[in-house]
């Protein structure tokens, strides 16, 4: 194969990493979906172990509140975390057997500099994207923090919603402060998440919709648009 940017193959993704990002996808909408539902029975937000309607709250939401809903939205949320979860633990095996992270996503040491530093801020302030090109500073830290931290933290935090976990794992309510504490942080997390995925979006659609549909679809680069990347993008664990 010829000898590209290790970088190129984000033009054309392997196997894994097209089937978990597409399963993540239909696993996160399930979750924004049936966690507004769940919200809505109680769009109140505390902080310690306890809160009721009968408790001041720490956060009241401007979301109109509709009792007795949430039990399908319930049941949905419960599937979708585990399919995240079961999706997310095949993405990090394989990630660390193939070196995806150490190639993809782990920023280099030059990468670091003040120029470039700069010059990568100011792109993203003016929203400017390359094409075709390596992932750029702030992407690759902000894939990292979203794979490392909060998808992590709403696990964690989900978790320690569930009566079933924590009374196998009291600790988890120390870890958060309390039952309500760990649904705010869980709640905040989300959102985070959420807007995560629209700037993803967005960025996806300024670099060329149809060529990074086409990258994370059928696995190989349009050769057309991008005639720079070569035959090494698909070499990478497909």
């Known amino acids: 194969m010829l000898n590209v940017p290790h970088q190129a193959s984000k033009s054309g993704h392997s196997r894994v990493v097209r089937i978990t990002h597409w399963v993540t996808t239909l696993a996160f909408v399930a979750l924004v979906v049936s966690g507004y539902v769940i919200t809505m029975t109680h769009p109140r937000l505390y902080w310690g172990d306890t809160g009721n309607q009968m408790t001041p709250a720490w956060l009241t939401l401007p979301i109109t509140?509709?009792?007795?809903?949430?039990?399908?939205?319930?049941?949905?949320?419960?599937l979708g975390a585990w399919v995240l979860v079961l999706t997310g633990l095949v993405y990090v095996a394989w990630s660390a057997t193939a070196h995806h992270f150490a190639r993809n996503l782990v920023p280099r040491r030059e990468e670091f500099s003040r120029s470039r530093v700069r010059s990568e801020i100011s792109k993203q302030l003016r929203w400017h994207v390359q094409r075709g090109v390596e992932y750029g500073l702030t992407q690759k830290v902000s894939y990292l923090i979203v794979i490392l931290l909060l998808i992590p933290l709403a696990i964690l935090t989900g978790?320690?919603?569930?009566?079933?976990?924590?009374?196998?794992?009291?600790?988890?309510?120390?870890?958060?402060?309390?039952?309500?504490?760990?649904?705010?942080?869980?709640?905040?997390?989300?959102?985070?998440?959420?807007?995560?995925?629209?700037?993803?979006?967005?960025?996806?659609?300024?670099?060329?919709?149809?060529?990074?549909?086409?990258?994370?679809?059928?696995?190989?680069?349009?050769?057309?648009?991008?005639?720079?990347?070569?035959?090494?993008?698909?070499?990478?664990?497909?």
């Open 159 to 238: 978790l320690t919603l569930s009566p079933a976990v924590t009374a196998a794992y009291p600790w988890l309510f120390s870890l958060f402060g309390g039952f309500q504490s760990a649904r705010t942080i869980h709640f905040f997390d989300s959102l985070v998440l959420v807007l995560f995925v629209l700037v993803h979006v967005i960025m996806v659609v300024r670099s060329g919709f149809a060529h990074q549909m086409r990258s994370m679809t059928l696995g190989r680069p349009s050769y057309g648009q991008h005639p720079h990347l070569t035959t090494d993008a698909v070499s990478d664990g497909r």
């Open 65 to 78: 509140q509709k009792f007795g809903e949430s039990g399908w939205g319930r049941s949905l949320h419960f």
